[in-house]
């Protein structure tokens, strides 16, 4: 199990419309109340804590795929949608982007009151995390969002990015608590990425004789924390491109998608009368639910559920996207009260478009043409993008300011 990890990110602003915005909200609820049917809070946390699930679940809401605003939509879709349901769900999720960020210790107080939880070592918790990634790691990057979600029980994943304006460019820092033994053992699990020079990192478990050194110095015990952050590196171009798809998994899910391939299955006639756009929608989401982290290295493929709000690959398709949330929410709620045959369904498209996936070569137009497909097709299912609403206003999330 990883403990942590980060991920290189293309610095891209902008903002959410309301439109969209509200529709994340919606299905990342319901994305996560599925998440906890089967694997409790200790498996949704687990997840979060994986970079690359992470971004998967910013791409299947309708992100851009490899945009730092990723960080700042997940999260505050996940504060507004989880936060009124914390008692039931047992999920809180504290701080956030900015001047949010300095609420937290007053925000895990609060929940400690409530919950009868050691608030106190949550706020040192968050604390060393931050100071971890801000200061005892000199890496260029400035940290400008500290989000820090929990569960009843204590468990916790912090979630923070930071910036660096010189290359326009993000990273972001996960952190777990389950495996963390020590704040001065290597809580963070390796770096791996692009080289970018090299950083002052006086809690690598190699610096000691540093730490040691800084100790007998000044008189007085520095923070040791982190070792090496496992990282994903994101490519920095805007868009998508077919290099960055696994399209054996791809294909598999858009054959999934036609109405015919489903008649052979049992478990999905619950699911007939989506239409096969819906249920290509549907395909990805299973697997940000149930998938396994190996099937998360290819981020940008989750992107084929509905969209990006920038119009890439495709525009969002609203209609496919409202039926989908309603899809799933019907199924979580079921699940609740003991039916759990659509919640299986929906489990099942993920297993099935795996089995389909071959090792035959695909076509060297075959990316082109999907997307094609996908673009002409866009007025069919209510495509709209952000360039609908150039002008932000109240009901917009904006991305950095």
């Keep these: ?73 997940v999260m505050r879709a996940l504060k507004t949608t989880l936060n009124p349901h914390s008692k039931s769900i047992g999920l809180y999720v504290c701080g956030g982007k900015g001047k949010e960020s300095l609420q937290t210790p007053k925000e895990l107080k609060r929940i400690g009151d409530s919950t009868g939880l050691n608030a106190d070592h949550l706020v040192r918790c968050s604390r060393l995390s931050a100071k971890v990634d801000n200061t005892a790691v000199q890496d260029g990057y400035d940290l400008y969002i500290h989000s820090f979600v929990m569960s009843n029980e204590g468990d916790w994943t912090v979630i923070q990015q930071g910036m660096k304006t010189e290359d326009k460019s993000a990273r972001r820092y996960h952190w777990h608590s389950e495996n963390i033994q020590s704040f001065v053992s290597d809580p963070h699990a390796a770096i791996c990425g692009d080289n970018q020079g090299e950083i002052l990192n006086l809690v690598d478990n190699r610096a000691e004789p540093a730490q040691s050194g800084i100790i007998e110095i000044t008189g007085e015990k520095p923070v040791k924390v982190i070792s090496e952050v496992t990282k994903m590196n994101l490519p920095k171009h805007f868009g998508i491109k077919s290099s960055d798809v696994n399209l054996k998994r791809l294909a ?46 290819d981020p940008a493929r989750f992107s084929f559920a509905h969209g990006g709000k920038s119009g890439t690959p495709f525009p969002v398709p609203t209609t496919v996207y409202d039926e989908t949330i309603d899809t799933l929410k019907n199924a979580v709620s079921r699940a609740k009260i003991g ?57 917009q999330l904006r991305l950095f300011d």
Excluded at 21 to 30: C, D, N, P, V
Aim: hydrophobic share 40%; proline share 4%; charged share 25%.
């Design 1 to 73: 199990m990883k403990q942590s990890g980060s991920a290189d990110l293309a610095l891209m602003g902008g903002y959410i419309p309301k439109w969209l915005f509200e529709r994340m909200t919606k299905l990342s609820l319901h994305i996560v109340e599925a998440i906890l049917v089967e694997q409790g809070t200790k498996g949704f946390l687990s997840r979060m804590s994986d970079p690359f699930w992470f971004q998967s679940f910013g791409a299947v809401v309708g992100m851009d795929w490899n945009s730092s605003g990723v960080t700042t939509a």
């Design 252 to 297: 598999a899910i858009l054959q999934l998608a036609q109405e015919s391939q489903t008649t052979d299955f049992e478990d999905l006639l619950l699911l007939k009368g989506l239409g096969p756009r819906t249920l290509q929608s549907l395909a990805l989401v299973s697997e940000v639910i149930h998938g396994t982290p190996t099937r998360f290295s």
């Design 339 to 395: 039916d759990t045959d659509k919640q299986k369904a929906i489990a099942k498209l993920s297993k099935i478009a795996q089995n389909a996936e071959t090792d035959d070569n695909m076509p060297n137009d075959y990316f082109d043409r999907l997307l094609e497909k996908e673009r002409t097709e866009s007025d069919l299912h209510g495509g709209r993008t952000v360039k609908n609403y150039p002008v932000p206003n109240d009901g």
